[in-house]
C-alpha cells in the first residue's frame, strides 16, 4: 500500500529554532540508537518512525554504529525511507554521526579526516542519500588536532555530503573551541548533542552558557535516562525493557534510581503528567535546548512523548521540590 501521511501532521506539534541559524526542529525527535537495528521485526521500525512522521515529528538521529549490528539502523532506515518517505525527504531532517568505533584498524574510530568522511559516505550508500542535513563528530578525540576534525566538516558541508554540521558529547571548552574553527571557516557550528535529563545536570553549567553565548543549537539525548525517569521500572524490570536488552543500562541502575523515581512521580501526578512526560518538559525549559532525542520501543511510547508538549511550564516550586529530591543535600 502506498503511504499516506496524516495530512495534519504539523498542526500539534512545536517546532523551535536551532541556535541562530534557520533551521527549526521539532520539540520531539526520534532516535534510532536502540529498537530500530537488524534485531528489530522491520515493521515494528517502520510503525514508529511513520507515526512519529505522521504527528509532525519529522526529525530522525542516527549514527554510523547504531544497531545492533552497528549500520544496521541505518541500513533499516533506509528501508523505511525507500518504501514511503523518500517523497517526503524534502520535510525531513536526518542527521548521522561518526566518532565511535565503526571498523577495525586505526582508520575507523575517534576524529581524523580519513575516518569521518569515510564514515559518513558508508552512511549515506546504508541510507541511500545522497546528503544528510546534519553530521555530527559523536565525541571528542583526544588526539586528532581539534583543527583537523573541524576541517573534515568544514569539507563534508563544502562537498554537499551534509547541510550542517555539529557536535556531540563535548565539554565546554571544546565546545568554545570547535565553535571558533569552524566560524574561522565560515562554517557554523549548527548543534550541540549532550546528554541531558534529570539526572545528569550537567549542560547546566558553563556548558549551557557557551551554547547561549555563541547562538549554538542543542538537542539533548536521553532525556528519559534511558528509561528510568518513566513508569516502566516501577513494578519491577520488565523482560522486553532495555534494562534485559541492552549493556548500556543495569538493574544497580534501576535499583540505585528507582526511591527518586518514585518521588518524582508524585511531581508529575500533581502537574497531570506521567514523569516520562514531566522529564521532557524538563529538558524542553532549558533556553538553548531546541528539541529532546527519544527512543522508543513502542508507538505508546511516541505517544506519551507528543503528550508532553500539553505542559512544559514549571512554577518554582515544582522545580525546588525536584530538586530537593535530586539534590537532598
Ligand atoms: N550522541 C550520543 O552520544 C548519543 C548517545 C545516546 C543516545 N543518543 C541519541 O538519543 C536517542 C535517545 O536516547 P535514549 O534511547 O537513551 O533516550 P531515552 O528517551 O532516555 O530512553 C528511551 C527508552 O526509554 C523507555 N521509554 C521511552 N518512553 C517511555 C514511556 N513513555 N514509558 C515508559 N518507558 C519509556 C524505552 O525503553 P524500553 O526499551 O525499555 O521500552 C525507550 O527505549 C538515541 O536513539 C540516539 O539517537 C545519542
Redesign the pocket.
Known amino acids: 500500500m502506498i503511504y499516506s501521511p496524516n495530512p495534519d501532521r504539523y498542526n500539534t506539534m512545536l517546532y523551535r529554532r536551532v541556535g541562530n541559524s534557520g533551521l527549526k526542529l521539532p520539540a520531539i525527535s526520534l532516535?534510532?540508537?536502540?529498537?530500530f537495528g537488524a534485531k528489530e521485526s522491520l515493521e515494528s521500525s517502520k510503525e514508529k518512525t511513520l507515526y512519529a512522521f505522521d504527528h509532525g515529528i519529522c526529525h530522525f538521529?542516527l549514527a554510523n554504529n547504531y544497531g545492533p549490528p552497528p549500520g544496521s539502523a541505518e541500513s533499516v532506515f533506509g528501508e523505511i525511507l525507500k518504501k514511503d518517505l523518500l517523497p517526503f525527504r524534502d520535510e525531513i531532517t536526518i542527521a548521522t554521526?561518526a566518532g565511535w568505533q565503526m571498523w577495525p584498524g586505526p582508520y575507523g574510530d575517534f576524529g581524523s579526516r580519513k575516518y569521518l568522511i569515510a564514515s559518513l559516505d558508508q552512511s549515506l550508500k546504508r541510507m541511500g542519500l545522497e546528503y544528510v542535513d546534519i553530521f555530527y563528530h559523536?565525541r571528542r578525540d583526544p588526539e586528532t588536532p581539534l583543527e583537523e576534525t573541524m576541517q573534515a566538516l568544514d569539507y563534508i558541508v563544502r562537498s554537499g555530503r551534509a547541510l550542517y554540521v555539529g557536535i556531540?558529547?563535548y565539554d565546554a571548552p571544546s565546545t568554545q573551541q570547535a565553535y571558533d574553527l569552524l566560524k574561522s571557516m565560515g562554517t557554523p557550528c549548527l548543534i550541540h548533542?549532550p546528554?541531558y535529563?534529570m539526572f545528569n545536570r550537567s549542560l547546566e553549567g558553563e556548558l549551557h552558557r557557551v551554547l547561549i553565548q555563541n547562538k549554538i543549537g542543542c538537542i539533548t539525548?536521553?532525556?528519559?535516562?534511558?528509561?528510568l525517569l518513566?513508569?516502566?521500572y516501577l513494578n519491577g524490570i520488565p523482560k522486553d525493557?532495555?534494562v534485559k536488552k541492552s549493556i548500556f543500562l543495569t538493574e544497580n541502575q534501576v535499583e540505585e534510581s528507582m526511591q527518586k523515581v518514585t518521588q518524582l512521580h508524585q511531581i508529575a501526578k500533581n502537574r497531570n503528567q506521567?514523569l516520562?512526560q514531566m522529564a521532557l518538559a524538563f529538558n524542553l525549559r532549558l533556553d538553548a535546548v531546541s528539541s529532546v532525542?527519544?527512543?522508543?520501543?513502542?508507538v505508546s511510547?511516541i505517544q506519551?512523548?507528543i503528550g508532553s508538549l500539553q505542559n512544559l511550564d514549571f512554577s518554582a516550586e515544582e522545580l525546588q521540590a525536584i530538586d530537593r529530591i535530586l539534590n537532598p543535600s
Open positions: 532516535g534510532f540508537w536502540h529498537n538521529d554521526k559523536h556531540s558529547s548533542q546528554q535529563n539525548f536521553s532525556p528519559l535516562a534511558q528509561g518513566t513508569d516502566r525493557s532495555r506521567k516520562s532525542l527519544i527512543g522508543a520501543s513502542h511510547q506519551d512523548a
